[in-house]
Every structure is written in C-alpha cells, then in structure tokens.
C-alpha cells in the first residue's frame, strides 16, 4: 500500500485546512487509517482515526471539536479538516494505513504503512 498525503500549507491562527490522504496498491486490505503530526523536536503523536469498515472515528483530546476526519472507500481518500487552527498545530502530518484487525490505532506502532507527511504552519 502506497499513502499519498497533500492538502499542507501556510495559515492563519483561526483558519483552515483540509488534508487529503490517498491509498494505492493493495489499499482493499486496509482495515483503519489514522492522521499522526510531529513538530519539530518532538514525537510523533496521534491526531484522529478512521475505520474504513465501520466508519468509527477517534480523536486526540487536543484537536476535538476543531478537525473531522471522513473517508471516502471509492475513492481510497482519507480527509483531516482542520478548522480553528493553533500555532500548536504546527507540524508535519502524515497518513497511516493497517491492515491489521487490531491493534492500538493510538500508536504509530498500530500501523504497517506510512505517508511521506505533508507540513501544516499556522501563524500568529
């Protein structure tokens, strides 16, 4: 599976942005999928995830009620709409893929494939 993530780019605190991540290759297989960010000097960290069956979403407590995560399976896209954004949204964000039944889906570990991330910038 192939993860291709794009939609990053330089913003205002209180502006928009609307991250798209498209899987390619054997992306039938694909069990959930999940958005991570990592700024800089610091670990990469869990932002929201998906079930590609069931549709379940997660999110970490600090982006709730601003970003949305959705998935369109006829398309193999996965979307982060990040609304109200904070200077401590800064980060590059990449896209996971699993295609494992289970597993902490919190945990980069949780994951078997990777996007190449896409850098988000908001300003103050």
Known sequence: VQLQASGGGLVQTGGSLRLSCVASGRAFFIYDMGWF????GKEREFVSSIS???GNTAYADSVKGRFTISGDNAKNTVYLEMNTLKPEDTAVYYCAATWRRSGSRMNPSGYDFWGQGTEVTVSS
Do not use: S
């Not at 960010?37 to 800089?40: G, H, L, S, T």
């Open 37 to 40: 960010r990592q700024a800089p």
């Open 52 to 54: 590609w069956t069931g």
